[in-house]
């Protein structure tokens, strides 16, 4: 069960603190934790943790390929590896790693990949992720998750040392929205359905979550009943979810930080063709390449905002009206 | 047992993991021949003496681990574990057939005793340093072992590997390179020549030795000496031949991946049961 937080603010705390806080607690009474980087232990916040738990963390250097290939082995040991790198590196630059040492070997590997789409701004189009999870979505049995704030990060990885298997983690490491209260669960592979509706269904994730409800009010002031849901499982996606919004809206608009090619919008037009067809619009970066700026200013020229979503929902009502 | 009737008991335990695999491939009628026939000598000395495994158990967690990196070589690898008592002999001659525990590349999930899923080149070295992280996190003196090819040596996570381990002073890892010279296109030096691999593996911080491969008492004394050896992973650079001891692959070009006549095979089978025979009256 989930509770929404009342006002849409940034959380005080920083993804990458909460990342790192929650693996020392659970590193405290499980010695099976263990973490891997590839030379980012900075920018990940993982200091406290290499620090405290010098036997169990391996700063690997820049080596992604390797990083994955040690994670996989010391899994294969019994040990739940945690492997970070910026998002880029972590899946392009490790995909054949994750493929067939990690996955394929049927292993049980967490993979964190930092800075989401343009929340990598001023590293620029080389290390703007708009690919990782499409470059992953096609590996067999693989779980692809997009924690939305703090509060859901927490609670995925203490989730993550319960269960067995490959998991990408798509983090970002500052600040963003907070869109739950403390001592909400949420369950992998189902989505949440965070405001009910009745003409279109927003589907989003990450930094979208926040733009998505955003637009529901946008739309209510045009007299447009929105549903919103928080997809931040992206595989398996939840099929069950996508086939209910889509019988009782009957129009989907998707919103992802990543390229609607092989992303969120991929997924739940797939399952949406496969349970109920409904007219389907998809918002994200469509197949363009990153490029540097701040945040706000590459949010505005991927056309990432609410404004976006709310278009996108009157054109997809124009649609379903035919 | 002293050290010379060890090395005879190795000799034919090597012309029986010959003779198996030839006859995996034999059902077949093609394979992976070239890569496996030259880790063959190698594979006797770890299953046959090094190595502490438990046949009924073959997850124990004490064992010693094998990442057989260059994973076309399974066949060599199944023939071993079938002499002692992994799984049925019969079990052999399902080799790459639809639904079989032996695919043409390695899978722990599938074969009873491998120890890594491998195939995809370069990554076995990556694995086989996790797994001798993780059991030293446990406090374990087993040893990991695993076996690259010389063509592997291509790949550049082979390097990062390479690095890596020193780092780490994983000296319970012992590594080989299948130095036969060969790779799938042609010869290696023709392709992408690796050099001195000992000596590029010694500046990267490991105790290397360069040895005969296809003597089991030259790889059962570089064995002992890593062992010996503290503080860095170990690498033995194992001068072989692609094809060794198979009469229709030895010495030919394009053995990587061969297919053959039966009467080719039934030739190399005669040969190898000779040489067995032979091993079988010195010992």
Not at chain 2, 14 to 36: C, D
Request: hydrophobic content about 40%; proline content about 4%.
């Amino acid at each position: 069960m989930f509770k929404l937080r009342e006002t849409l603010e940034k959380s005080p705390d920083m993804m990458r603190d909460v990342y790192c806080n929650t693996l020392m607690e659970l590193a405290e009474t499980d010695p099976r934790i263990c973490a891997l980087d590839a030379d980012l232990v900075s920018s990940s916040g993982m200091k406290p943790f290499f620090r405290a738990y010098p036997d169990r963390a391996i700063n690997c250097g820049v080596q992604e390929a390797n990083m994955i290939g040690v994670a996989a082995g010391l899994s294969a040991t019994g040990k739940i590896p945690f492997a970070h790198s910026f998002g880029i590196f972590a899946t392009r630059r490790a995909c054949d790693q994750i493929f067939m040492s990690a996955a394929y070997a049927k292993l049980n590997v967490r993979i964190v990949g930092s800075d989401p789409g343009v929340t990598a701004a001023y590293n620029g189009g080389t290390h703007m992720p708009f690919e990782d999870m499409g470059v992953l979505r096609s590996i067999p049995q693989i779980t692809l998750l997009e924690p939305t704030d703090p509060v859901m990060l927490e609670e995925l990885v203490r989730k993550l040392t319960e269960v067995y298997g490959v998991y990408y983690i798509r983090m970002a490491r500052k600040n963003v929205a907070g869109i739950y209260e403390k001592g909400s669960s949420f369950t992998i592979g189902r989505g949440n359905l965070l405001k009910d509706g009745s003409d279109v269904t927003l589907i989003a994730s990450g930094i979208m979550v926040a733009e998505a409800l955003k637009a529901r009010e946008v739309l209510a002031s045009e007299g447009i009943s929105a549903k919103v849901v928080d997809m931040f499982t992206w595989k398996p996606v939840d099929s069950e979810l996508i086939a209910r919004c889509a019988a009782e809206t009957g129009a989907f608009v998707t919103a992802e930080n990543h390229n609607t090619v092989g992303g969120l919008g991929s997924a739940v037009t797939e399952a949406v063709c496969a349970t109920c067809p409904v007219p389907v619009e998809m918002v994200g970066t469509h197949d363009r390449f990153g490029q540097v700026g701040t945040e706000d200013f590459l949010r505005e020229e991927y056309k990432l905002t609410a404004g976006e979503i709310a278009a996108a929902a009157r054109r997809v009502l124009a649609r379903k009206a035919k | 047992m002293e050290k010379k009737q060890l090395v005879e008991k190795l000799s034919v335990f090597a012309e029986e993991i010959r003779l198996e695999t030839l006859e995996e491939f034999a059902a077949l009628g093609f394979g992976h021949v070239g890569g496996a026939m030259s880790v063959v000598e190698t594979l006797a000395v770890l299953y046959g003496h090094e190595m502490k495994y438990d046949p009924k158990n073959p997850r124990w967690p004490d064992r010693d681990w094998l990442v057989l990196s260059k994973g076309h070589a399974g066949p060599a690898l199944y023939a071993t574990l079938s002499l002692k008592g992994f799984f049925s002999r019969e079990m052999l001659f399902t080799l790459n057939r639809g639904g079989t525990k032996l695919p043409s590349h390695c899978d722990r999930n599938l074969t009873p005793g491998v120890d890594m899923t491998t195939g995809s080149l370069g990554q076995g070295i990556s694995t086989a340093i996790g797994a001798a992280l993780g059991n030293r996190m446990d406090g374990r003196d087993n040893y990991t072992y695993f076996i690259l090819g010389d063509g592997e040596c291509n790949e550049g996570q082979v390097w990062e590997g390479a690095l890596f381990a020193p780092q780490h002073n994983l000296d319970h890892l012992i590594g080989f390179v299948d130095y036969n010279g060969q790779q799938l296109d042609g010869y290696t030096k023709d392709i992408l020549d690796l050099g001195d691999i000992a000596a590029k593996f010694r500046e990267f911080g490991w105790f290397a030795q360069e040895i005969d491969g296809h003597s089991v008492e030259a790889i059962l004394d570089a064995v002992e000496a890593a062992k010996k050896n503290r503080g860095a992973p170990s690498m033995i650079v194992l001068r072989t031949k692609k094809g060794h001891g198979c009469t229709f692959a030895e010495g030919i070009e394009a053995n990587h991946h061969i297919a053959f006549k039966p009467e080719q095979m039934e030739k190399a089978l005669a040969c190898t049961r000779t040489r067995l025979a032979s091993a079988e009256r010195a010992n």
